[in-house]
């Protein structure tokens, strides 16, 4: 069993910066494949970013590409989403999770360990 606890979520103005973590406890993150999901209002639940157990390889939503940065620190069983030049339309819930898959699955169906969510608002 794997927990997952966001944190570093909150209200930012357009343009500005923030710094999503999601620390992981009970057993190690180095085996599994890592993501960010977000969901906004009244919308289904989407995929933003993963990133391989080495930390090697990493994919993007088209949306957050060259904003979003996707990290982590195996030591630490932290995952890491730094996300430059905010806007409004990135205001969601965000949530990690973890997959035992390899490649980059972007489904909500393809992850088995999910975190309680941390609120990201963008004001305009």
């Known amino acids: 069993q794997v927990q997952l606890v966001e944190s570093g979520g909150g209200l930012v103005q357009a343009g500005g910066s923030l710094r999503l973590s999601c620390g992981a406890s009970?057993?190690?993150?180095?085996?599994?494949?890592m993501g960010w999901f977000r969901q906004a209002p009244g919308k289904e639940r989407e995929f933003v970013a993963a990133?391989?157990?080495?930390?090697?390889?990493?994919y993007y939503a088209d949306s957050v590409k060259g904003r979003f940065t996707i990290s982590r620190d195996n030591a630490k069983n932290t995952v890491y989403l730094p996300m430059n030049s905010l806007k409004p339309a990135d205001t969601a819930v965000y949530y990690c999770?973890?997959?035992?898959?390899?490649?980059?699955?972007?489904?909500?169906?393809?992850?088995?360990?999910w975190g309680q969510g941390t609120q990201v608002t963008v004001s305009s």
């Open positions: 999770a973890a997959t035992g898959r390899y490649g980059f699955p972007r489904n909500r169906e393809e992850y088995d360990y």
């Open positions: 990133i391989s157990r080495s930390g090697g390889s990493t």
């Open positions: 009970a057993r190690t993150i180095s085996s599994y494949t």
